[in-house]
């Protein structure tokens, strides 16, 4: 299966700073990665679909300025929360489609604590 | 959009016991995968199943597509099982994955 690594597992960071999360897969090219947020004792909810060359498709109620995702090369995308706020702490996660079956495999994930 | 359901939410075993999982979806899909997440978060593939049965060691699973359900099956539970595992499914209208609610196992020496 496809490998997938994600920077940093682990930010703090003041309210009102902006936060990047690179999402990297390490040994297959992907023109579609997708981002996911947990918050705690709850299940993942998909953010946004990261397309390579092109803009990013946002699930309904996730803030588009707010989470910037930018998906420049068939190995990299990255997560951008701009102006973090208490309220966007959450367990951070990105997935990658790693074979002609659709299967999904997953980062480490990013735990983001905003103070 | 697709639901997905799992059941029960939280199950606590005696070390050595047998379990069953279960997802229900409401809609035809075209990928179904069992997740374990351990205490990191970290999801770990367990199986690529939109239909049919497989078995990797202790663990197996069932996905019925006609009937809209999967079980996962976890035999001569060990204190390592602990955790919460997913399912997720994708339909057929793009390959996306839904994720259950999870359910959270305890297994207890």
């Known amino acids: 299966g496809a490998v997938v690594s994600q920077h940093p597992s682990w930010v703090i960071c003041k309210s009102g700073t902006s936060v990047k999360i690179e999402c990297r897969s390490l040994d297959f090219q992907a023109t579609t990665m997708f981002w996911y947020r947990q918050f705690p004792k709850q299940s993942l909810m998909l953010m946004a679909t990261?397309?390579?060359?092109?803009?990013?498709?946002?699930e309904q109620g996730v803030e588009k300025d707010k989470f910037l995702i930018n998906h420049a090369s068939l190995t990299l995308s990255t997560l951008t929360v701009t102006s973090a706020h208490p309220e966007d702490s959450s367990f951070y996660i990105c997935?990658?489609?790693?074979?002609?079956?659709?299967?999904?495999?997953f980062g480490e994930g990013s735990r983001l604590t905003v103070l | 959009g697709i639901q997905v359901e799992q059941s029960p939410p939280d199950l606590i075993l005696q070390e050595g016991a047998n379990s069953t999982l279960r997802c229900n979806f409401s809609d035809s899909v075209n990928n179904l995968q069992w997740f374990h997440q351990n205490p990191w978060g970290q999801l770990i593939n367990l199986f690529y199943i939109p239909s049919g049965t497989k078995q990797n060691g202790r663990l197996s699973a069932t996905t019925v597509a006609t009937e809209r359900y999967s079980l996962l099956y976890i035999s001569s539970s060990q204190t390592t099982d602990s955790g919460v595992y997913f399912c997720?499914?994708?339909?057929?209208?793009?390959?996306?994955?839904?994720f259950g609610g999870g359910t959270r196992l305890m297994v207890k020496p």
């Open positions: 997720a499914v994708a339909s057929n209208a793009g390959n996306m994955l839904t």
């Open positions: 997935s990658v489609e790693g074979s002609l079956t659709g299967e999904l495999f």
């Open positions: 990261s397309n390579e060359g092109s803009k990013a498709t946002y």
